[in-house]
């Protein structure tokens, strides 16, 4: 390929991405991109970044490597308590305040963890509401998780997890909530009990989308260290989004990077990272 087409082809390639993921591909994380495609470009015997650029646009390849691409370029970082203060409001402030302005029946929370990954984040918040339960508060609740990547929702769906991806959960919790694999294939692994996997439930969801299948009255939304990857005005329409699909009341929680992109006429700041729709 000529050299005057590959800045053409990368800016096409960028804008792609931006489009479909919201995720901006900046000059300077070139190398990171061309490594986390390079299964794709051996699969396809491209000569490179370049080449396989020129066989996505020019030789029809594109909507067959499309979805594998937005799944290796959709960053995957996930863990157990990440960002810990977040579930000691859930447990601590919002849960006591649900249960008392519910009606006669015990509430149910819905709660939705918008870039779920691996499942980390939403099957720690059913470890923490389950232990509230357990605490005596009288509530039910269901999780739901959604993704871009069609891999990490497998995984999710599967919540297999190595010791190490475990360790932030303290040994009590994993002792109550997982259980051990037996297989040799699964040495060193644990799984998250079926009580739990029963309450959460994942879907796949694009947050490029205009509209999103999820309810409007949701209690609680997790939405954390994904906008750091968006545009300003991506940005900006993906938490009216979101605002839409929260009951007022509701709480927004992001990452603690990301609290000066939320700006929404309805989204109050409640503590550092969260925010209450009014």
Avoid: C
Wanted: proline share 6%; hydrophobic share 40%.
């Amino acid at each position: 390929m000529s050299q005057a087409l590959r800045p053409a082809h990368d800016q096409r390639f960028s804008d792609l991405i931006r489009s479909r993921t919201g995720i901006q591909l900046p000059v300077h994380r070139r190398q990171m991109i061309e490594s986390r495609l390079r299964p794709r470009i051996a699969a396809v015997g491209a000569t490179g970044f370049e080449g396989y650029l020129e066989q996505l646009f020019d030789h029809g390849l594109l909507d067959d490597e499309l979805p594998l691409v937005i799944d290796l370029l959709t960053t995957n970082k996930t863990d157990f308590y990440r960002e810990s203060a977040h579930f000691d409001v859930l447990v601590d402030k919002i849960v006591p305040e649900t249960i008392r302005h519910a009606t006669p029946h015990a509430p149910r929370l819905k709660i939705w963890s918008a870039a779920s990954s691996e499942g980390a984040e939403a099957y720690t918040a059913a470890i923490v509401l389950s232990e509230a339960q357990r605490a005596g508060h009288r509530f039910s609740y269901a999780i739901l998780g959604t993704d871009i990547s069609h891999r990490m929702l497998e995984r999710a769906r599967r919540a297999i997890y190595t010791a190490e991806q475990l360790s932030p959960v303290p040994a009590e919790l994993r002792a109550r909530y997982t259980m051990a694999g037996r297989a040799p294939s699964h040495a060193g692994t644990a799984r998250i009990v079926p009580e739990l996997r029963d309450r959460v439930q994942f879907m796949h969801l694009n947050l490029m989308d205009s509209t999103y299948p999820v309810d409007r009255d949701v209690d609680v939304i997790f939405l954390r260290n994904v906008l750091i990857y968006f545009g300003p005005e991506d940005q900006a329409a993906v938490i009216a989004r979101m605002a839409g699909h929260l009951r007022p009341g509701g709480y927004l929680m992001v990452g603690h990077s990301e609290s000066m992109v939320v700006s929404h006429p309805q989204m109050k700041q409640h503590s550092p990272s969260v925010f209450r729709k009014t």
